[in-house]
């Protein structure tokens, strides 16, 4: 176990040296810092907080907090869902929300390079104005890029285009001795020694700071069409998903949410898009799904294919989105369900768990199966298409402890599934310190063994974002 | 350092009661095994060899190694080009090239099963039989998947596919302790933990031995066509290599070759197929170029844009192969470029630099402008599409040692010239011992430090593949 110093008077006045007037602390600490956007796990404040602006000042401070043995979190946009960015052990609180600049693009190498604050949107809108798409397309579009880097971050797109590690050519780290590296390169292709990049990717801060981030655009698609497609109930819904593999649809997204997430989110945003009842048979279940390409004619022959089989498969209709207008209105809904449920939840935690999409169907028949133990009410929806389900605990009228009590048996459970059908704990949200144990159960003492090796390997004080992933507190 | 021990008769005596009348020793092992590909980093016979069989078999026998401090080298078809399966320390060879099933498929999620001794080429056949590919194709077909995924290797279609790390979803490994792991899982994304499954792909057997992969699979597309075209000089070839990305063409493979290496790829085919002359210029260089895609209208709609593009550019010509026998002949002559070039050369030694794709051009015409100070011959091809260039060094009348000193010097220039462009130093063939100085070099100690400590953290006792990658004996 490793031990910690305070942040002492002497300490702050170091590294007031390297950023004047920026360290903050007491009362003058943003209280957003103590938490990310899943409450549930608490709030810990740092004891500083500094909105660096550079990699040098960040060697600098991390230098400083190395020899003093001081824990360092980085904070994005602290849109975080699993407590990563959350300074459970007091210390430096890093934000790096002010790094948020597009530094350059290279449209020989369709390659952009960013400040790791620059927010996941802002890179859309802009990559964008070059006929540009960046791929990875998380549901939560104020995040930041260091972050989704961080986590791996997935999203809607990854059934055809992959999650974020498959769109990071380089990246600039800062390491817990505040050394300065770069890891990977703007080539395509390596063979050069083991991928410190790839290590990086999705360590959730706990291995080095990233201060800059070379990615990879593809050209932007042509054509994009989406389909909502109704069900009865979410078993006829779920069971239609691997028929898109098997028939090689190649979806750009396939989505499914139950009808109650749907109406949290169309409440939220007042305007309600999707069918309720068709033909008289009230809906249960939703797939929203889009296609791109850049013919046009061959999407339209897809899409036909498409709604044919799952007419087929049981679906009660399918409604077409074929303008930009129609099109956002049916994703409006889909980007909105964390507010939506957040709004009208009290005490929430969630499971992000990955499966293979064959799996889904019995996995959620075994959720609703263990659903009636506990008092608190159980809302899905997620990725069906690469089997990344968010399944969210919600509770209006139970006390915390014995909230938290029900819901760590709850996910002990499902987690179990999960991994007999050879899934894993998180998909896309990451493991912070609010699924440490989840991991640590469902991987084995092997695996934790050989991630805190190279915890180590990398931070012999133990200083960076300590808590977190393999290592508890 | 570490310090090894020699195989003895008791020790020998314990792996034969693992894998009984399977433990070659002296004579009785193939002298293959003290090589690959690439001769000019010499031949170290191992003192036993092994072929085994099983998960199992492999984690008895390396529990015994890692016990008494012995050297253990895994060595798939011996296909390499860098020495990583050359047991430069001696110890245990393991040859997996007897586990060579093809376990299962998962056609509902796209996912092979197979043995680590599978070769690309049997795979590639067997998942055609599905309507399937396996998008990784390096030149060499006959080379192990095991091995593919220890190099990362990449191949012609690694410019649209991605090399063989965007297609490996999980893998059983040995580790230097004997214990058995799993890494990764079924599913498409991931953020649970460190990635190990990414840092054993590339690690060319230095810190587990992969005993079973499950590997992703594409659907096949339905239509090719290849495009050959000749220009007068490499400088007007290359040059146009940036304008198919900037036009958003997104070819399936990519490849520039001289014509001296057609040649002698040509005549040890005894078929030519390029033409030699173009309205009577004599062709220096050529682009083979090929597309894929489910819609022939869009793809036919692409080539035109594409030959009109390379002709505005200075090629000589566009010839067109749309059969299966013309696309087989053009390729026919691309997978025979190293065994040409082999036949033709006394000593020869490789540099596997790769690139950005802008800065391919000026990266060759500075190789050009110092082959003069050196007594070798040089000849270039590649993998244009993602600036992966294999550059060879020949040579049919120098003695060993001068050819060596000059190829060193050679060597560190040129890598130098394409650290300075942002590239590294081997885009798909590894580092194995041919190349660790040369990596140290242009990585620089940080990272060298971080692999050397990653080591450290599999491999307390560094008795898997010893002097590879980071680790110098």
């Given amino acids: 176990m490793a031990?910690?110093?305070?942040?002492?008077?002497?300490?702050?006045?170091?590294?007031?040296?390297?950023?004047?007037?920026?360290v903050m602390t007491g009362e003058n600490i943003n209280p957003d810092y103590a938490r990310d956007e899943m409450p549930i796990y608490g709030k810990h404040m740092p004891e500083a907080a500094i909105e660096v602006l550079s990699t040098e000042e960040i060697s600098a401070i991390i230098k400083i907090c190395n020899l003093n043995r001081i824990p360092v979190t980085v904070r994005g946009a602290g849109t975080g869902l699993a407590g990563g960015a959350v300074p459970v052990a007091g210390g430096v609180l890093l934000s790096t929300?002010?790094?948020?600049?597009?530094?350059?693009?290279?449209?020989?190498?369709?390659?952009?390079?960013?400040?790791?604050?620059?927010?996941?949107?802002?890179?859309?809108?802009?990559?964008?104005?070059?006929?540009?798409?960046?791929?990875?397309?998380?549901?939560?579009?104020?995040?930041?890029?260091?972050?989704?880097?961080?986590?791996?971050?997935?999203?809607?797109?990854?059934?055809?285009?992959?999650?974020?590690?498959?769109?990071?050519?380089?990246?600039?780290?800062?390491?817990?001795?505040?050394?300065?590296?770069?890891?990977?390169?703007?080539?395509?292709?390596?063979?050069?020694?083991?991928?410190?990049?790839?290590?990086?990717?999705?360590?959730?801060?706990?291995?080095?700071?990233?201060?800059?981030?070379?990615?990879?655009?593809?050209?932007?698609?042509?054509?994009?069409?989406?389909?909502?497609?109704?069900?009865?109930?979410?078993?006829?819904?779920?069971?239609?998903?691997?028929?898109?593999?098997?028939?090689?649809?190649?979806?750009?997204?396939?989505?499914?949410?139950?009808?109650?997430?749907?109406?949290?989110?169309?409440e939220y945003l007042g305007k309600a898009v999707f069918p309720r009842v068709c033909d008289g048979i009230e809906v249960g279940a939703y797939l929203l799904v889009s296609f791109d390409g850049d013919d046009m004619d061959s999407l339209l022959t897809t899409v036909e294919k498409a709604a044919e089989m799952v007419l087929n498969e049981g679906a009660l209709d399918v409604l077409i989105a074929d303008t930009p207008a129609k099109i956002k209105d049916a994703w409006a809904a889909r980007s909105s369900f964390l507010e939506g449920i957040e709004e009208q939840t009290k005490l929430l935690d969630e499971c992000d768990v990955v499966v293979p999409t064959n799996k889904i169907a019995p996995f959620l028949t075994y959720v609703k199966s263990i659903e009636a133990e506990f008092d608190f009410k159980v809302k899905s929806f997620g990725h069906a298409g690469d089997g990344n389900l968010h399944i969210y605990t919600c509770s209006n009228d139970m006390e915390l402890d014995e909230f938290k009590k029900q819901v760590d048996v709850f996910m002990n459970k499902i987690y179990e599934k999960a991994t007999e059908f050879k899934g894993l704990v998180s998909g896309e949200h990451g493991i912070g310190f609010g699924k440490i144990d989840y991991l640590a159960n469902t991987l084995g003492d092997i695996n934790i063994r050989l991630m805190q090796n190279i915890k180590n390997a990398f931070d012999p004080n133990m200083i960076l974002n300590p808590g977190k992933v393999c290592y508890k507190l």
Same sequence: chains 1, 2.
């Fill in 3 to 22: 031990e910690y110093n305070k942040v002492t008077t002497e300490i702050i006045n170091e590294l007031e040296k390297i950023v004047p007037g920026r």
């Fill in 97 to 266: 929300i002010k790094m948020n600049k597009i530094i350059s693009y290279d449209l020989e190498n369709l390659l952009v390079t960013v400040e790791p604050g620059v927010l996941l949107n802002d890179l859309a809108s802009d990559a964008a104005k070059h006929g540009l798409l960046y791929p990875p397309d998380p549901g939560e579009k104020f995040a930041t890029l260091g972050g989704n880097v961080s986590t791996n971050a997935g999203g809607m797109r990854a059934v055809k285009y992959g999650a974020t590690r498959d769109y990071v050519r380089s990246m600039t780290v800062v390491l817990p001795t505040g050394e300065i590296a770069r890891f990977g390169s703007s080539v395509s292709k390596t063979s050069s020694g083991y991928s410190l990049l790839n290590l990086m990717i999705g360590s959730e801060g706990t291995l080095g700071v990233i201060t800059e981030l070379t990615l990879k655009l593809i050209p932007q698609p042509k054509e994009l069409i989406s389909l909502v497609i109704p069900f009865e109930d979410l078993e006829s819904c779920i069971s239609t998903v691997p028929k898109f593999t098997l028939n090689h649809f190649r979806p750009q997204a396939l989505e499914f949410f139950e009808k109650e997430i749907l109406i949290s989110s169309e």
